[in-house]
């Protein structure tokens, strides 16, 4: 079983559409979690960090269950330019190093 | 802009030459890694460093050494390359324990 699980998707969605994408991890002493956005032949961008708590950017809402070990993010009335592929990063090492996702793809039509 | 660059960003080399890929920061940041990106498989630490001569072995470090002898430069070098070590590579840096950047990548294709 790999670390750190996304569903890779593709999710095709229509413009304004709700969209949800969960990364699961298996590593229970996690300490800090991740959304990182990719374009096509780009770096990752974060796009988030995950708090226990929860938390909202705009249109975006992050959210950790730490019981049943997973992350979510939420995107809501999709646009155009939110396609690319979205990776969970999460961090479990002393030197902060991170285990990604293989990523999810979006892709948002009009 | 985290201040990252990456050179080369692009290179073609041959089958057991010797390749060296570098990592620059500009603010002095403690911890960098690097990672490789390849379909299927997501991003791979490869090693990273958490300070000056401090570096330690990631997930898939098999032919591939580092040296890290000023905070600003982390050196990724695959000792003899080989086809399987084609793949796009990047470096990245901590900022804080909630922020960790990327640098644009470098695409090394080996023949």
């Known amino acids: 079983r790999k670390e750190v699980e996304q569903d890779p998707g593709p999710f095709n969605v229509p413009e304004g559409a709700t969209v949800a994408f969960n990364c699961t991890y298996s590593?229970?002493?996690?300490?800090?979690f991740f959304w990182y956005r990719q374009d096509c032949r780009k770096e990752p961008k974060l796009l988030m960090s995950?708090?226990?708590s929860g938390n909202e950017d705009g249109r975006f809402t992050a959210q950790l269950n730490r019981a049943s070990q997973y992350i979510s993010l939420l995107i809501r009335d999709s646009k155009l330019s939110d396609s690319a592929t979205y990776l969970c990063?999460?961090?479990?090492?002393?030197?902060?190093?991170?285990?990604f996702g293989s990523g999810t793809q979006l892709t948002v039509l009009p | 802009d985290a201040g990252i660059t990456q050179s080369p960003r692009h290179k073609v080399t041959e089958t057991g030459t010797p390749v060296t890929l570098r990592c620059h920061q500009t603010?002095?940041?403690?911890?960098m890694y690097w990672y490789r990106q390849d379909p299927g498989h997501g991003l791979r630490l490869i090693h990273y460093?958490?300070?000056?001569?401090?570096?330690d072995k990631g997930e898939v470090s098999d032919g591939y050494s580092v040296s890290r002898s000023k905070t600003e430069d982390f050196l990724l070098t695959l000792e003899s390359a080989t086809s399987s070590q084609t793949s796009v590579y990047f470096c990245?840096?901590?900022?804080?324990?909630?922020?960790?950047?990327f640098g644009p990548g470098t695409r090394l294709l080996v023949l």
């Open positions: 460093s958490y300070g000056v001569k401090d570096t």
């Open positions: 995950v708090y226990s």
């Open positions: 590593n229970s002493a996690s300490q800090s």
């Open positions: 603010e002095n940041h403690r911890y």
């Open positions: 990245a840096i901590s900022v804080t324990e909630e922020t960790q950047y």
């Open positions: 990063g999460i961090s479990s090492g002393s030197a902060r190093q991170l285990t």
